[in-house]
C-alpha cells in the first residue's frame, strides 16, 4: 500500500474533520473551525498535512508557525492548547509525518519542532527529545453530579463548595451576553497571573464559530459581581475547559472550587460525562488543585526536534525570562496590556 503526504487545501477540510472527529483522543484544536479562528484572528501561518493510501486517511499533522522576541521561531501543534495535531494509524504514516516535520523546520528556518501528544508509551523519532512537564486531567462522571459530589470528591472540597454558596456566589450559565463579564474577569486574572491573553475579538470570534459548542459559566458574587468564569468547548464526547480565570481578592471564598464544580454540573446537564480540565505543569498549584476533584491524570509528551546543542524551550514559570516577563507584565498598565498583549500570546503557542 503506497501512502502519500498531501498539505491540506480548503477542500481538504470536510475531510480532515472527519478523520479527527473518528479519534476519541483528538480534541477542539484539531478541528478546521479552529484553524479558522487561529487566521481570522491572528493571520499566523499553519501547515497542516494529510497522510493517504488510495481509500482511506492513515495520519494528519497540523503545524502552526510562531515567532516570538522571547521563544524564539518555531512550529508547533494544538496552537493554545494542550495537546493534538499529530494522529497516525500505521507505522509508515508515522514515519512519514516526522519527516515532513523536520523537512518543514528546515525550510522554514524554525528553530526547533514541537509535536504536543499523550504519552501512549511509544518511542519518540530518532533525532528528538521528549519533555515530560505536563499532565492532563480527566473527569469521568459515571452517575450524577450528586453522587460525584457526595462519594468522589473529598470532604474538604465539598466543604469549600458549600463555604462559597453559603456566602451568597451563585452561577450563571450562558454565552455572548455573558462575554464582556468573562471578559472584565479575564483581564483583572491575568494582569495578576503576570501572563498577556487575547484580545476581546479572540473570544468573540470563538463564540461566534463554535456557536452552542461553548459553555460559560460566571460566578457572581452577592452583589453581583463577576469574580470567576469559565468556559469550554464541546467536542466529541467530551467538553474540554478551555479558560478558568479567578480573581485573587475572591479566592479565600473558594471560588475555584465553585467554578469548577457548577462546570463539572452543567457539562453533565449537556449530556456529556467527560470533562477535559486541560494540562498543568506537574508540581504546581494547578496540578494540586485538579487533583481534588479525583480526575484521571495522564502524562502528556510533548516531542522537541531541536539542535543538540539546545535545551528544551521552557514556556512557562520555570523560564528565567518568563519568570522576569511575569514581574514586568504584572507592572503594566491594564490599557497598555490589551493592546499589546495578544501580539505577545501570540508567539506563545
Known amino acids: 500500500m503506497r501512502l502519500k503526504v498531501v498539505e491540506v487545501a480548503e477542500s481538504d477540510l470536510q475531510v480532515w474533520d472527519d478523520y479527527v472527529h473518528r479519534r476519541n483522543d483528538s480534541t477542539f484544536t484539531d478541528t478546521s473551525a479552529w484553524r479558522k479562528i487561529i487566521k481570522d484572528v491572528y493571520n499566523i501561518e499553519q501547515y497542516w498535512f494529510l497522510v493517504k493510501s488510495e481509500n482511506d486517511v492513515l495520519g494528519c499533522m497540523a503545524l502552526t508557525l510562531a515567532n516570538s522576541t522571547i521563544f524564539g521561531r518555531y512550529l508547533a501543534t494544538a496552537p493554545f492548547g494542550s495537546y493534538g495535531g499529530f494522529y497516525y494509524e500505521t507505522e509508515e504514516a508515522y514515519v512519514l509525518l516526522i519527516k515532513k516535520a523536520e523537512e518543514l523546520k528546515v525550510s522554514l528556518h524554525a528553530d526547533y519542532v514541537l509535536i504536543r501528544k499523550y504519552d501512549l508509551g511509544e518511542s519518540f523519532p530518532d533525532g528528538w527529545v521528549k519533555d515530560s512537564i505536563y499532565s ?26 458549600k463555604k462559597c454558596e453559603n456566602n451568597g456566589f451563585h452561577t450563571v450559565y450562558g454565552h455572548q451576553e455573558l462575554l464582556n463579564d468573562f471578559w472584565q474577569v479575564v483581564v483583572k486574572a491575568m494582569k495578576d497571573l503576570g501572563s498577556p491573553y487575547h484580545s476581546y475579538h479572540y473570544l468573540e470570534t470563538i463564540l461566534n464559530t463554535f456557536g452552542s459548542k461553548v459553555i460559560i459559566n460566571i ?5 453581583h459581581i463577576p469574580c470567576a468564569a469559565g468556559l469550554g468547548i464541546k467536542h466529541n464526547d467530551q467538553v474540554d475547559w478551555l479558560y478558568g480565570p479567578k480573581l485573587d481578592q475572591y479566592r479565600s471564598f473558594n471560588i475555584g472550587e465553585l467554578l469548577y464544580w457548577s462546570f463539572i454540573r452543567k457539562t453533565y446537564d449537556e449530556g456529556f460525562r467527560i470533562v477535559n480540565l486541560g494540562r498543568s505543569v506537574k508540581g504546581s498549584g494547578n ?3 485538579k487533583q481534588k476533584w479525583r480526575p484521571i491524570r495522564d502524562e502528556l509528551a510533548y516531542w522537541y526536534f531541536i539542535p543538540e546543542e539546545k535545551d528544551i524551550p521552557r514556556v512557562n514559570q520555570f523560564n528565567r525570562k518568563y519568570r522576569l516577563a511575569i514581574s514586568m507584565w504584572r507592572r503594566t498598565p491594564i490599557w497598555l496590556q490589551n493592546k499589546i498583549g495578544p501580539k505577545i500570546i501570540s508567539g506563545i503557542l
Open 219 to 223: 460566578i457572581y458574587s452577592k452583589e
Open 136 to 161: 492532563s486531567f480527566m473527569i469521568k462522571i459515571q452517575d450524577s453530579p450528586e453522587v460525584y459530589r457526595k462519594k468522589i470528591i473529598g470532604r474538604r472540597t465539598r466543604a469549600c463548595i
Open 287 to 289: 496540578d494540586h488543585f
